[in-house]
């Protein structure tokens, strides 16, 4: 239902800072939030942090707390993901993805940027 498409990812020195953003288009209208994701090499997919769409409540997952941010533009319906302090662990594939009105889940998804943090 909602397309979306991520940016921003890149290689980045331990310690530095990146930012993702992810734009949507289609029926925006019924996001209830907006979520980001990783997959690191060889591992399943992690929840990075989400975002209420229309009080931008947030949530972060422990092992990004303190370093990762999630802010969301709703004029431009697009949501970023501000990281710094990056360590190796964090290199992953960065996925966003939308909950919509009456779901349990998050249902549409961008095709991914790579964000990787040499050692």
């Known amino acids: 239902q909602v397309q979306l498409e991520e940016a921003g990812g890149g290689l980045v020195q331990v310690g530095g800072s990146l930012r993702l953003s992810c734009a949507a288009s289609g029926r925006t209208f019924s996001t209830f939030a907006m979520g980001w994701f990783r997959r690191p090499p060889g591992k399943g997919s992690e929840f990075v942090g989400s975002?209420?769409?229309?009080?931008?409540?947030?949530y972060y997952a422990n092992a990004v707390k303190g370093r990762f941010a999630i802010s969301r533009d709703k004029a431009k319906n697009t949501m970023y993901l501000q990281m710094n302090s990056l360590k190796p662990e964090d290199t992953a594939v960065y996925y966003c993805a939308t909950q919509e009105e009456s779901t349990d889940a998050f249902g549409s998804w961008g095709q991914g940027t790579q964000v990787t943090v040499s050692s």
């Open positions: 975002i209420i769409w229309m009080d931008g409540s947030t």
